[in-house]
């Protein structure tokens, strides 16, 4: 049986799931054994036409992680894309947009504004920005465009399934593995993790919830054994996929929402909204307003990682009305 | 999907076609998927409507209908009917609403029509997705549970009773009565109040059919229509209620005797520590009041009342009890309070002796009433001047923005009781005079020949000048301001919700309405029922009103009380959440959320269930569920997503 191809590739993302794949540890050899990796920048030096130059449906899996900011993000999804048989949202930023995607409460505008402009460490010339082609005595020198808008892998191109997690959890990474490898791959559009939230598998005793204070993991002595949500410590575990082994709540810190919503939530960050406003114990609009109050950043903390694939998408534009 | 839609767009008279046009809406309606037939017509709640879409669901095959008239609250269940006559499932229907959202409230005929396409359309979308559901049937459990036994509860008490089917009464008070037991005479025909309903009370008590609990109240309720189950908490009264014959023996011999200001009386007699309320109590019986009772409070007391008793009724071993009863309907009629009048000092409530509530001055013109009768000053004088100040606490941004209906009336008859008794000037202070019911217009012109002066304007405040108490009010009628000497001045105090009615409407489910009054499914159409079936609205806890129209809404909610239990089964609506177990984590956001608690949690299998019978489909829990587990019938996230996109889509 010949060795099956597989490519991995990063967008926009940090490099975390380049290492979580790493964190198989020997179980890498597995996965040697079984396939011959044609294209990983990370861990070899290919260049952009080595792929471009590949037949169509040359690889058969490609792992792709990272969300799409940029022109040249789009460009490698698209060619990835045509040259794969099984393309895969690898990690939370493809499948949802992730922490790149908190972008999207921005826009370009703002961004390069407090960039190349306001920021502290802005050093020479305040106030030049990017531009995708300048003309230099030696010719004309392009970079990618960079977009208004963070999209999702799958805003783009089509992905026949996802992988989420930031990063996948390596229980999570094997289980797609093993599946590309054996071939017995789920059906179509499947997201390889759990199918219930956090809650589910996070073996903190759950009782009542009803909260009259918001408060931050550094600002209490956590109990160790209850419900977080249920000290008044804002976790995303009740709206969140799981499948990541509760890793989070295991060690005392409350789920920040990588694994995203689940099959049957269309926008995780609504559903956080409606989840914290249901256990709120007051029916006094001021007392309401002042334990909401407590929560800095709800934006932020309820769309961490699925502001571009949510309903929402990004924050409204000005000029549109 | 292909569904055969026919689109119906009513004019309603003119109410939509004059500012809506409705041709156009039909015309674009035929061009959408699924449609196939689209048309207006002038009347579709009509019989020739209704026809009209039965013949096209039969020639047309129709599988789904969408009429775009009035508010579904209206006349969803009249085309659900049509429907079913014509073999087709009632909640294949989906309604636009273009009167109230469209022609009523728009004069651009333009952008209203648009808007009733877009709303049209969502509805078109929509029902494409509509799944055919059946209405439950349960059992009825025969006896009624009345709560309150004013004026509305005894009446609707009585009328459930003489059908020959069982009532619980639970009344929190020692005796039943309400308010009406403290007044003087009635308006507007002036009959003693008492000799109208203490005939009612004695039934009550006699009736067979009706099991009275005094001194109790309702803690819990869980179940669903049909099929309630009701805690009572029965206080205990320190009084063997079947040894006591009501003699007042232990009263008088009490050491707390006339020490102790009698609710009754509204703090203007006094009482001893074991009382009978009043003379006309049922049932009448003494009560030990926990309270102020020396024994019970400090273990110290001669006991005095156990040694006056002669048929040894008191038992200080009485201990609060929890009944559990099970009924198949529940009438609310726990009535009002008065409006506190202290808390506005330029009344000069609790500041000045003289200055007095309505419900006051009726214990005081009341014969067996602290004066036996007679109106008269703190200082036993008889007033010369006598100010009567309507809305105090009604109608005022300040306090409560609502008409309290009865005072205008109260008024006129407080003004001839205090002609009829003594020699005194009265004048009464209104924003409006509101003498609206049966023979009520004639009781004021009555009053206005009795030489009364009637000032339009609203008594402001009530100060002393020189030692003499008076009224500065602006006469809107001549423009003035005015500074009247009275030496009484009685407050006719706004009705409002009983200070316990957020934890009454949260024990039974229902919901009030911005006043702070219970609020009914339908302002006109069902004044009665609440939104929990089976819980129905009696009396003034819906809204202020007087003996003639709370008489009424008592025979009515017995009436629809009576409905199910003659037929002995209810249908209940189909429209209920579900869980699904493959996706519920357990994680118990929802488990507070249900305002009719519905929601149980299953600790073995770590999911929450939803009881379909308690359910009322008001989709907060769907709403709520963080993992999008639970599913509400007819409002599916589908359903209502494709709603929006047809109202959102252009063209
Ligand atoms: C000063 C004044 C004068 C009036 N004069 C007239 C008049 O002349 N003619 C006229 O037609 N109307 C008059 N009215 C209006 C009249 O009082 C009402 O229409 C009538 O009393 C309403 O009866 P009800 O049974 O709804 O309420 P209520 O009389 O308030 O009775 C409610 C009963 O429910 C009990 N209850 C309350 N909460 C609970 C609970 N949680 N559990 C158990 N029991 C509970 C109460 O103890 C009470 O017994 C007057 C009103 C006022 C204020
Ligand atoms: S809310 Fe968070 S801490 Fe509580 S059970 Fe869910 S995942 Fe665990
Ligand atoms: S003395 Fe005895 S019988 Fe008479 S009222 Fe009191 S408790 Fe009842
Ligand atoms: S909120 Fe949803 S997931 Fe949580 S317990 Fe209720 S049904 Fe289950």
Redesign the interface.
């Known amino acids: 049986m010949s060795k099956l191809k597989l490519a991995v590739y990063w967008t926009a993302a940090c490099g975390g799931c380049d290492v979580a794949i790493l964190d198989i540890n020997e179980r890498i050899l597995q996965v040697d054994e079984a396939a011959e990796i044609v294209f990983w920048p990370l861990a070899a030096d290919p260049k952009y036409d080595d792929v471009k130059n590949m037949p169509d449906d040359a690889i058969d899996v490609c792992l792709l992680h990272g969300a799409i900011r940029n022109s040249e993000n789009e460009e490698m999804a698209r060619v990835l894309r045509q040259k794969s048989k099984v393309m895969i949202a690898f990690g939370s930023c493809s499948a949802f947009g992730g922490i790149p995607g908190l972008a999207n409460f921005f826009d370009k505008k703002e961004i390069f504004e407090r960039v190349y402009r306001e920021s502290e460490s802005t050093a020479g010339k305040a106030g030049v920005y990017p531009s995708p082609a300048v003309i230099v005595p030696e010719g004309e020198l392009t970079i990618p465009e960079f977009y208004d808008t963070v999209l999702t892998l799958d805003q783009v191109v089509e992905v026949d399934y996802y992988v989420p997690g930031c990063p996948p959890a390596v229980d999570t990474i094997w289980t797609a593995l093993e599946a590309i490898i054996t071939g017995e791959l789920p059906l179509r559009g499947t997201v390889i993790a759990g199918?219930?939230?956090?809650?589910?598998e996070c073996s903190r005793k759950?009782?009542?919830?009803?909260i009259t204070e918001i408060k931050r993991p550094m600002e209490v002595e956590i109990d160790p054994e209850r419900c977080l949500l249920e000290q008044g410590i804002v976790c995303c575990?009740?709206?969140t996929r799981?499948g990541c082994g509760a890793r989070c709540t295991s060690a005392n810190m409350p789920c920040r929402g990588c694994y995203g919503?689940?099959?049957?939530?269309?926008d995780q960050g609504a559903?956080?909204v409606?989840?914290i406003a249901?256990?709120i114990d007051s029916k006094d609009p001021e007392e309401i307003k002042k334990i909401t109050h407590l929560l800095s950043d709800p934006a932020g903390t309820f769309y961490r990682f699925s502001l571009p694939g949510s309903m929402l998408r990004r924050k409204r534009k000005e000029d549109v009305s | 999907m292909a569904e055969n839609i026919g689109v119906y767009v009513c004019h309603c008279g003119s109410n939509i076609a004059a500012v809506v046009d409705c041709e156009k809406i039909a015309q674009a309606a035929s061009e959408w998927d699924n449609v196939v037939i689209a048309r207006d017509y002038k009347y579709m709640c009509s019989d020739p409507g209704q026809n009209l879409i039965k013949k096209d669901i039969e020639e047309y095959g129709l599988t789904r209908v969408v009429v775009a008239s009035c508010s579904p609250r209206m006349h969803e269940p009249t085309f659900r009917k049509t429907l079913e006559e014509a073999g087709l499932n009632g909640y294949l229907l989906e309604m636009a609403n273009i009167r109230e959202h469209c022609s009523w409230v728009s004069k651009d005929k333009e952008a209203a029509t648009e808007k009733a396409i877009a709303l049209t359309r969502g509805a078109v979308r929509r029902v494409v997705l509509h799944q055919p559901i059946k209405e439950r049937e349960v059992p009825v459990n025969k006896a009624t549970l009345v709560v309150g036994g004013g004026i509305a509860g005894i009446q609707a008490a009585l009328q459930i009773a003489n059908a020959g089917y069982p009532v619980y009464l639970v009344e929190k008070k020692p005796s039943i009565g309400g308010h009406m037991a403290q007044f003087d005479k009635t308006f507007p025909t002036l009959d003693c109040a008492a000799c109208i309903l203490t005939p009612k009370m004695v039934d009550v008590d006699r009736n067979q059919n009706i099991k009275l609990f005094t001194c109790s109240e309702v803690v819990e309720v869980d179940g669903y229509v049909g099929n309630f189950k009701v805690k009572v908490r029965k206080k205990p009264r320190y009084v063997d209620e079947e040894a006591c014959t009501g003699c007042g023996d232990c009263e008088s011999a009490c050491v707390m005797k006339n020490r102790i200001p009698s609710e009754f009386e509204v703090g203007l007699g006094k009482r001893s520590a074991v009382y009978i309320p009043f003379p006309q109590a049922v049932p009448l019986k003494a009560a030990v009041d926990e309270e102020n009772c020396l024994y019970l409070k400090k273990g110290k007391c001669k006991q005095s009342c156990v040694d006056a008793c002669q048929r040894e009724a008191i038992d200080f071993e009485q201990r609060e009890e929890i009944v559990e009863l099970e009924v198949g309907a529940i009438i609310l009629a726990t009535g009002f309070e008065i409006f506190d009048p202290s808390v506005g000092p330029q009344w000069g409530y609790g500041i000045y002796d003289n200055v007095i509530t309505g419900l006051q001055f009726e214990r005081i013109t009341n014969a067996s009433g602290p004066t036996g009768g007679k109106v008269l000053l703190k200082d036993g004088s008889e007033p010369k001047k006598v100010a009567i100040l309507h809305c105090i606490g009604s109608r005022d941004e300040n306090y409560n923005k609502y008409c309290s209906r009865v005072c205008c009336m109260s008024s006129v008859k407080f003004a001839h009781l205090v002609k009829e008794k003594t020699d005194a000037e009265v004048y009464e202070f209104y924003i409006d005079m509101r003498t609206f019911g049966k023979q009520y217009e004639e009781f004021y012109n009555r009053v206005q020949e009795e030489g009364v002066h009637f000032i339009r304007g609203k008594g402001a405040e009530v100060t002393e000048i020189g030692g003499e108490l008076t009224v500065r009010a602006e006469d809107s009628l001549l423009g003035v301001y005015r500074e009247i000497p009275v030496d009484l001045v009685i407050l006719n105090t706004a009705l409002v919700p009983c200070s316990d009615s957020e934890k009454v409407s949260q024990i039974f489910g229902v919901s009030r309405a911005e006043s702070g009054f219970f609020l009914e499914s339908h302002i006109k159409l069902d004044p009665i029922s609440t939104t929990n079936q089976g819980i129905y609205l009696a009396g003034c806890c819906q809204s202020p009103k007087d003996i003639p129209d709370t008489v009424a809404q008592g025979s009515a909610a017995a009436a629809g009380a009576l409905a199910a239990i003659a037929t002995g089964k209810v249908t209940t609506s189909p429209i209920s959440a579900s869980v699904?177990e493959?996706?519920?984590?357990?994680?118990?956001?929802?488990?507070?959320?249900c305002a009719y608690k519905a929601i149980t949690f299953d600790e073995n299998k770590?999911v929450a269930e939803i009881n379909e019978a308690v359910c009322k489909g008001c989709g907060t829990c769907a709403?709520?569920?963080?993992?999008?587990?639970i599913t509400n019938s007819h409002f599916t996230?589908e359903q209502i997503?494709a709603q929006i996109e047809g109202v959102c889509e252009n063209g």
């Open positions: 199918v219930k939230t956090l809650c589910d759950k009782e009542e919830k009803k575990g009740p709206a799981g919503p689940t099959d049957h939530s269309i559903k956080l409606s989840a249901s256990i | 699904n493959d996706i519920c984590s357990g994680c118990k956001t929802c488990l507070n959320m770590k709403a709520t569920c963080p993992s999008g587990a996230t997503f």
